[in-house]
């Protein structure tokens, strides 16, 4: 399989513990993006790595998130002191740059956190 | 698996039938809006996209209308078949960094 893919793809933690997911983009994609998405909603932009920069970052991206992609490759996630209202479906995307034009991204299955 | 979109709009339609998916974007300022696909359990899928100096375009089974004038896009989808039903995102392209603004999904129901 060469898509986007998310480890993992379910987790359930207590409220105060520390989550980690990890996203491996399309392997010669250099832009990898993360996104939340809340039951009933569109997926909402979180933050955007081109290589291993990253260039953007949502006012949703509290403290308590911090995002790297260390190589340029794969990407973690953190949220730590994790709160009830962080449930939600975390999506990863990648893309391939391309001069002047749309550049599709892919998305990978996500990771569902439930905090309990 | 789990459920995208409990509280959508749904459209009905039956097998065979033409669906539209109607959605208004926002921002004048986009240059890109893209329809995607989400399927329970699953992350959304690209569906077919269009430049905001385009009117309209045709991809296999499916056409995107743009109207700047009231900015407002839609989704056609001719023949619907039971693998169609999933849940329908409009996005836009926000900056030059290629970040997606999605609207409100639609939930597409087929029925045999």
């Known amino acids: 399989d060469t898509g986007v893919s998310q480890d993992p793809r379910h987790k359930i933690t207590k409220r105060g513990q520390n989550v980690t997911f990890r996203c491996d983009p399309i392997?010669?994609?250099?832009?990898l993006y993360w996104y939340r998405q809340t039951l009933g909603q569109g997926p909402e932009f979180l933050t955007y790595f081109q290589n291993e920069a990253q260039l953007e970052k949502s006012r949703l991206l509290s403290d308590r998130f911090s995002a790297e992609r260390p190589k340029g490759s794969f990407s973690t996630l953190e949220i730590q002191r994790t709160e009830q209202g962080d449930s939600a479906m975390y999506l990863c995307?990648?893309?391939?740059?391309?001069?002047?034009?749309?550049?599709?991204?892919?998305f990978g299955p996500g990771t569902r956190l439930t905090v309990l | 698996g789990e459920s995208v979109g409990l509280h959508l709009p749904t459209l009905s339609v039956q097998e065979g039938d033409n669906s539209i998916i109607n959605c208004a974007y926002s921002n004048s300022a986009s240059d890109y809006f893209i329809w995607y696909k989400q399927e329970s359990g699953k992350g959304p899928q690209f569906i077919i996209d269009i430049r905001s100096n385009m009117d309209k375009r045709q991809g296999q089974r499916v056409t995107v209308l743009l109207n700047k004038t009231v900015k407002h896009l839609s989704l056609q989808i001719a023949a619907t078949q039971p693998g169609d039903s999933a849940v329908y995102f409009c996005a836009e392209k926000a900056g030059g960094y290629n970040k997606l603004i999605f609207g409100a999904g639609t939930r597409l129901a087929v029925h045999p």
């Open positions: 995307a990648s893309s391939l740059e391309r001069i002047r034009s749309y550049n599709e991204q892919f």
């Open positions: 392997s010669e994609h250099n832009r």
